[in-house]
């Protein structure tokens, strides 16, 4: 199971990666952020959490943060897959409160199971989803809290993951957690001892290794590592930076090493990841 590292970052409200001729070859994989996936001159399967479907046509779901999700097609010529992301914390709880968000945030809640539309609504949102790839500045917004709204009202929506399913990737919010994940943020440039960190929290290096793997899934140098290649990706994307100062400026100190875990995390490598993500469009 494949944590992929998108490349949504704080400042970015959300963004469309527009697949042409895809090929379905990312493996089950899960993320942070929302998502919501359009495949268009496609037949396959669908895994969604516990749940496994088949599909044709156009496919429309949302899904909600460390979903495990991945679209199987049969990769025939002219497959199209639209797919918008955007961050967990884009709205915060007091915006949800107000009355008329309370669609919005039953959509939110619901997403985490996984969400398939009805045939009306796919065909409808099919336009207004290309369109909004060719929209840009405060409209595309508005634009995409639209198609949010009108989702999250349309009718005869569809469940995919079992009531009892669970990720096992969602982290739970504690404070020390949130106090580590901050500092490797605002430090992943510079060299970062779990000794350190774990004096941060007031824990012994062994009790701090134990603790985070198991809030988080995974260990603290993997998760220091998806940082720095979170950060890589933005770069790579906004900036015309050559990869080798990327790599020294995002805290790994051996560009082999760099290349290689960037292939590893996005199985692509840097200068690939460059040439292919053209097709993103930031909002």
Known sequence: ??????????????????????????????????????????????????????????????IGPNTYHKWSGDGSEGSHVIT???????????????????????????????IEFSEET???????????????????????????????????QRLLASSTFKSEF????????KKVVQHLQEHYDQEIMLSEVATMVNMSDSAFSHFFKRRTQRSFSDYLIDIRIGHACRKLLETNHNISNICYNCGFNNLSNFNRLFKKKKGCTPSEFREYNQMITKY
């Open 1 to 62: 199971m494949e944590r992929e590292i998108t490349p949504v970052q704080p400042d970015d409200f959300f963004i469309i990666m527009n697949h042409i001729d895809a090929l379905f070859d990312y493996p089950i994989h899960y993320h942070p952020e929302y998502e919501l996936n359009l495949v268009m001159k496609s037949t396959g399967k669908r895994i969604v959490g516990d749940s496994i479907n088949e599909y044709s046509g156009i496919d429309l779901v949302f």
């Open 84 to 114: 918008i992301q955007f961050p967990e914390d884009l709205f915060d709880q007091s915006f949800l409160d107000r009355k008329l968000m309370n669609p919005i945030k039953e959509l939110l809640k619901k997403s985490y199971r996984g």
């Open 122 to 156: 796919k065909v409808e949102m099919k336009e207004r989803i290309l369109a909004l790839c060719n929209m840009h500045g405060f409209d595309s917004v508005l634009s995409f809290l639209s198609i949010l709204y009108d989702l999250a009202i349309s009718r005869n």
């Open 170 to 177: 969602e982290i739970p919010k504690s404070q020390r957690i």
